[in-house]
């Protein structure tokens, strides 16, 4: 059980555009986290299952900068349990006012060998993260500490994040586009069709930078295009 | 243990404008259900308990029409275990797109004796609701099945709802300004302090219809102001 | 061709969260006109086929006052060639900071026969517009004229309305919950299921208002439910 | 000088939509305060001099409740200074999370002669003063205390209310459609061209409702429009 | 007939700040998009007259995969049609939940030689976009395909895109603060004007950045600001 | 009086992250300056006193583009005036659409010696202004010149910038997570204790990178913790 490592690999060279599409096909259409972006445009492509964390609004009399010191705080508990390999997707209710996390937890996250971190909400010491070259995504860099506006209540329970329905164990796919879910039960055979549908892409992309047109190619109705396709493949190796 | 019935009583007498005052002097800001109207002018002031549910994104694939003839539902789940004298609180995520409940599940809940529903989303049938005279508190109007939009998935845990921390068991009080949440351990207090702050409003409110200014009467930084007070509750017997 | 008075009555005798549920079954998920209300709590339900107004943002020297002198004005056009019996249904951008229309076109919409009017803009005058007895759905009320910010561009061509596809000639339903959109080529079998639908919904709120649970009733997994629901139908002749 | 009587009765017997349409002709397309609504539908039309409130956000530490003690408190102060015939406008920077002012000192307000009280923010008690007869425009309802969230700040500069430009002595007039704000050296000719348009705007809606079509009728390019305008003029007495 | 060669080159060397201004000063407002960004801020100033593509809802029985293998399907057309030196200007109804196109496609318009595209929804496969060095402007990144949102419906009609309005054969500039259009008729004579200004303001910065003040030289009403201008023109050869 | 040479020193060493939890501890929830993000990743720290503007909306009669040729109009006289070491603030209601100044502007702003530039609506000529060196924040870039939306009207009075409270004097301090604002009052302890956190921060983030866990270290309720820093303190000259 769990993610294989093939499909990682497999996932790790696809897009999330690409993987967008094969989902749609499934009738799929919102499983996009929809407003968040990348810290940093080279940090590399993140692929893990999702270890959720839950944030609701802070009451003021239970956020009191003390409450850090309870090792059974969610949010340092959700940094220090998340598995390795696994991403840690928050629920911040789209609110990037105060921060979901910052720089020394993300590291310590990145350290335990986590695949990557979301949240709808945004991290503080933003620069400090983006430097990492560690994945993660949010909507905008927050200063203010998550206590202001933001209470940890709930460690991996199905939660939304922009949007996007996620389930624990649900396969997380970020690239400069953003970040997706893919239903765990979907992972394997999304991998295998958006590694097929990324090798027609490149293949088309690379006719188009030659100056063919799309009409019959793109998408292959023109059976002569899938004849060439077939042909590409064997001399690139695909 | 749970509301007292000379706590709900109180309540009932007082407004949602004073006891969020009240809160205020106790450092709670957020504690008003922000962008929730009553569905009907004339249905009565709401007091009861929090019965939460909280809702997530739908994803396709699991909320086909067929997911209701579970009787685990959450959804339906919720309807039939509010506890009379309580109120169903929803977190719909600030989402009105699409349902949150229609009239025959909130008539249902009436007939239970619960003492009223909130959802940050909309209740389709909202005219049919409205007719009920049962206290109800929504965004907006909203036809669309919650199935297109919102997943039922949890019973009874803390939520947000229209931005305001909810936990399972705080005091929701309702009238014409909104609705709002009141922590479980303060409303007694907040109760007889809204009980003695609605006396001076009502007091000042007749001087002011009067003809009387407002400087040292509200607030009463002229000691004559209290005096006439206390005449008045005398006279008015409150 | 075109709406049957069948199914125009048919449609006329339910409501749009039924209407919702009966287009989700077949896949339809957007298409309720999102954030329009009705202007009056009292106007008659709206049933009709679409006729449809583009607006686009009005540029300045376009949109002087003396466009309304030429008699090929879209807005003005539109208002005098919408078919009896069919509704208007305008793309205002979902921008109601100016008019969509106002009362003497509206009017003029009734008094040709016209089945409704609907903006995702706002109407002025919209306090006259509401004592008209006459279908209108807006999004808020607007006083300034159209020409400060929506210049009409196209009749009867496919829109987005409210977030909704609205196509020439679909069918256009309003009541209390909104107005929703239903493809014309399932206008009757829509209309047919739903009066099938309302009839057991019926039913199953008067079960619940004499004390009835909704599991095994709502949806009716008990097969006692359908037969007391035959019985019910014979009864009440429905 | 200020505000001519004979100004103020034109005024009060015309609409916001007419009179945008008169400002639109000179160039002006931002004077509506935007997403304001009356708080009846049955108060008066309101119509008098702008009187200004501005609000900043409120530093936690400066808008403690004593500080309704201090008579110079501005919220107060502009309450019991704004002059007779005026209408008291606040800038509350379009955020109605928490109240611009409640029912005692709406009330005061009215007592004090004033001619009406608009903000971009929202009124708590608002069922309340919705019932005092006095002209009051809101975005919506708001209980929370404007303490957590606005401090009053200056009084009578000029300001933003809800996107538009008001400066003080500019004439405010509010119908059921909201309310918009006249350039206080152009509040005469406004006046006058409001009511020329009222009454040609009342006969073309007379024979609208007769049956005329607009052609020719609106704006009025047939002769014969002007003609049978003259005629209805006599008749009526307009 | 058409965008003039040398117009076309004034444009490139002007900044859509500059051309604001001047749009301005001819009374328009609203000719900026807004809320769109270049994809790469290395990206060559865009200059080409508007091929337009309209976007409305998408109803997801016209919106299966298989719509592409149709020639005449609106978005693939409009990537083959658009005349080389022309801008792809897609109004995407502002919403960037959906891709309003991808690499692919803009990269095939690029090797047709068109001036670039803008979307005010979002692109997918950003990051391959932004490598080609082809003017493209978008929101956001987007992964989904359009499919899920957007319907391809009408290619080269009058148009809204970031609430401007954009005719077909207007002129839309592109530059790092984002992208404009200007209105056919006006595009020579506002590029003569830029080019001016843009001199004036060359020699505006050059003093700024000397330490000179901005009285008298920006504006220019100190006469021996202009002076100094005239000598700085002969001397800069501008 | 004013900003300390040492405080200011301080401030440059520490991040808007840590400032804002020092403010929080103190009960301040607020002072960040929502939704403004740097215009070069690469720009120095900015540490200033708040100097500020007031804008209003534009009325269209009172911004033609002549007001400029007026020394004491308010944009003009705020870049002239604002002492060195200072940073202009701008209220511009969080409105975008057009621009708070351009390059010339906060150029000569710069040449003046000002510490910084911030508006919560946008500039013009952003890449340019990017490449000053000079720290600026804004919302997004905007081409439009100000008068479209945008009039001056107050030079130094307290403001609401981005829904924070800035009073003029008060300390603004930007990095690349955005920018917030000390009230004056507290820049000295706030500067202390911000530089202090900074240590522990420092010495955290060192041993999570060497893989320590954060439980007992952050915050440090490990007596361990404590005595390990007061050696790495000793070591490093912190």
Not at 56 to 68: I, S, T, Y
Request: one cysteine or more; hydrophobic letters at 40%; charged letters at 25%.
């Amino acid at each position: 059980m769990g993610l294989k490592a093939e499909t990682r690999e497999k996932l790790r060279s696809v897009s999330t555009a690409t993987v967008s599409t094969a989902l749609y096909k499934r009738g799929f259409r919102i499983q996009m986290i929809q407003g968040v972006q990348p810290l940093s445009p080279d940090q590399p492509t993140m692929v893990g299952e999702a270890f959720t964390l839950r944030y609701m609004p802070a009451r003021e009399d239970l956020n009191k900068l003390d409450v850090f010191r309870d090792h059974g705080h969610p949010q340092r508990k959700a940094i220090e349990e998340c598995p390795p390999g696994m991403v840690l997707v928050m629920d911040s209710r789209k609110d990037a006012r105060a921060a979901s996390a910052g720089a020394i937890l993300v590291t310590r996250l990145m350290k335990r060998g986590a695949a990557g971190v979301v949240t709808d909400g945004g991290f503080r010491d933003s620069a400090e993260i983006a430097r990492l070259g560690f994945p993660a995504y949010h909507q905008r860099p927050s200063a203010p500490t998550n206590l202001t506006l933001h209470q940890a209540i709930d460690i991996n329970v199905p939660i939304g994040c922009g949007d996007a329905p996620v389930f624990p164990g649900d396969v997380v796919l970020g690239d400069s586009d953003g970040a997706l879910v893919i239903p765990a039960h979907l992972a394997d055979e999304i991998a295998d069709e958006a590694v097929e549908m990324t090798a027609y892409e490149d293949f088309v992309t690379e006719r188009v930078q030659g100056g063919r047109g799309i009409f019959g190619l793109y998408p292959p109705t023109d059976p002569q295009s899938l004849q060439d396709f077939a042909t590409w493949r064997k001399k690139s190796g695909r």
